[in-house]
């Protein structure tokens, strides 16, 4: 499926910084992804039916919608206490809380690759992010986008993450290819 262009996108560094939070949060790099990781959902080791963690991985098939907006519980990612439970999905992991406003603040169609795309752009944007990615400041970038990924340094959500240095290297990587 399509995703946003360097021109939709308003330059190639917000395309590169996009395919840095998907490496980052590993959904692009996920094996069982057939689309980008724009089809995962939550990925993490989860209590199973034995009382013991193990890897849930998933993709969805449908674009339609986000793949927990008709009813289907959340992900148990963590039993707690407290719990933690996610309904993170998509290429940059977005919850359905967020999705939901989100679709109806951008009037989006679907949870297309392309709309994926634009709700991230958007969380950039409203994080004052933009400049410093057009500009290459891709350290403050991060910093600024902190909230958003859980997979970026400087976040609150004490879900490990990567380092400033190993996600600096990616981000080189990228604007050679």
């Not at 039993?79 to 951008?106: D, E, F, I, N, V």
């Not at 990615?133 to 991060?142: M, N, P, R, S």
């Amino acid at each position: 499926m399509a995703r946003i262009s360097a021109v939709q996108a308003g330059g190639i560094n917000l395309v590169h910084f996009l395919d840095l939070v998907a490496w980052s949060e590993g959904t692009s790099t996920e094996d069982i992804t057939k689309d980008d990781g724009y089809d995962v959902i939550v990925t993490a080791d989860v209590l199973g039916p034995n009382g013991r963690y193990q890897a849930h991985e998933e993709t969805f098939d449908s674009y339609v919608d986000h793949p927990f907006a008709f009813g289907r519980p959340a992900v148990l990612v963590r039993p707690g206490p407290p719990p933690l439970t996610s309904t993170a999905s998509g290429r940059y992991q977005l919850l359905l809380r967020y999705w939901q406003a989100y679709k109806a603040m951008l009037h989006l169609p679907d949870f297309s690759p392309v709309s994926q795309d634009l709700v991230a752009l958007r969380q950039i944007k409203e994080r004052g992010a933009i400049s410093s990615i057009l500009a290459g400041t891709i350290d403050q970038a991060i910093y600024d986008c902190s909230g958003i990924w859980a997979s970026f340094p400087g976040n609150q959500y004490a879900q490990g993450g990567k380092s400033l240095s190993v996600l600096q290297d990616k981000w080189e990587a990228l604007c050679i290819a």
